[in-house]
């Protein structure tokens, strides 16, 4: 697995974060995108029941965030991404006139200050649950340590959160030698990327591989949509995912549910998988040709070559390209997901990651 964050230094740098992070409820024909001399033009908020705290106020725009508020208006991003390096003006212009002319509605304007640079890290709807890093990496921590779990991969990048921990109490040996663990994924995105899921995880000892259960076996999954937002600052409709989120961790750290993992990678060493297959099963996940080099090499071939291998083997193959330290944290899960994919899913031609 790749190295990661330290924890301590992870869990000081989510909580000082808290602190510089603000969210407004905007009118979204109260927006209005203005130039600059950065990568991506800002947006204040000419008028509103924020006036007071958002007058005078900039915030740059994101990729992600630009994404969002395109998303909204129901345009395409590809003709603006074209623009920005041309003419932020012409980008600005756009964004505009279809804020002008689309239907009002009331959004979540999530930011960032940067000092001097406010940022606008999402645009998201006024029924967006807030599910934030702080609260899901203080209370899931304490519970993992509680129950002796091994914190093995952390990441934060101010707005996703990975944690995986590993339960050296549970494992067993695949071939002779051979051993894996028995493990818990977390991860949670603030901006409207992914939903707040923990997942059961498999550690291979032998080259530190991960391996993550696909995401319909055992899988916790919590949406960020709630009710209507009133006020930010008084929005508590995280706190019932706290205890639904820690008895999610107990359920996945039981016996029960690494037994089945367990026969699952066993079942897999018995299970051939040919490299014609293997080439379409690369092309329909979106693994790269480079990338389809590398799975082959690590299993002993070239791409071209004509050959026979087990699930399990070709899963470790993909897993261990997650390795890459400079893979980013996103691309290593991918891996780590797909080669949980071709050991479980029935017909993993047939699922997407």
């Not at 958002?54 to 725009?61: G, K, M, S, T, Y």
């Not at 600052?233 to 999610?248: G, R």
């Not at 092309?283 to 071209?304: C, D, M, P, W």
């Amino acid at each position: 697995m790749k190295k990661g964050h330290d924890v301590k230094e992870m869990l000081n740098n989510i909580n000082e974060d808290k602190n510089n992070k603000k969210d407004y409820l905007v009118d979204m024909k109260s927006i209005k995108v203005e130039t600059n001399n950065l990568v991506y033009p800002s947006i204040s908020v000419d008028h509103g029941e924020n006036k007071h705290l958002l007058r005078d106020r900039e915030f740059v725009l994101t990729d992600h965030s630009l994404n969002q508020l395109c998303g909204k208006l129901e345009i395409g991003t590809q003709y603006l991404r074209k623009c920005l390096p041309v003419s932020q003006e012409l980008v600005a212009h756009n964004l505009n006139f279809w804020i002008n002319n689309s239907k009002d509605k009331e959004l979540m304007l999530r930011t960032y200050d940067m000092a001097p640079i406010d940022e606008a890290r999402a645009l998201c709807s006024n029924r967006y649950k807030r599910i934030d890093n702080d609260v899901v990496a203080n209370h899931s921590l304490n519970k993992l340590m509680d129950l002796g779990l091994d914190i093995k991969y952390s990441h934060y990048d101010r707005d996703t959160l990975n944690i995986t921990a590993v339960n050296p109490k549970l494992e067993g040996e695949v071939t002779k030698g051979d051993v894996v663990q028995s493990g818990v994924t977390i991860t949670n995105s603030e901006i409207g990327s992914g939903s707040l899921i923990i997942q059961p995880f498999i550690y291979r000892l032998v080259c530190t591989n991960g391996m993550v259960a696909p995401r319909y076996l055992n899988r916790f999954y919590s949406r960020h949509v709630g009710k209507i937002v009133i006020d930010p600052s008084n929005d508590d409709q995280y706190v019932t995912i706290i205890d639904k989120m820690q008895k999610q961790i107990d359920l996945i750290s039981s016996n029960d549910v690494w037994n089945e993992s367990f026969n699952g990678l066993v079942k897999a060493t018995k299970e051939s998988i040919n490299s014609h297959q293997i080439v379409e099963l690369a092309k329909k996940q979106g693994v790269t040709e480079s990338e389809r080099a590398q799975i082959f090499e690590r299993l002993n071939h070239y791409v071209g070559d004509t050959f026979t291998t087990t699930k399990y083997d070709l899963a470790n193959a993909i897993t261990n390209l997650g390795n890459d330290e400079e893979k980013s944290d996103q691309r290593s899960r991918f891996f780590q997901e797909l080669g949980g994919l071709i050991i479980f899913a029935h017909n993993p031609m047939a699922v997407r990651v």
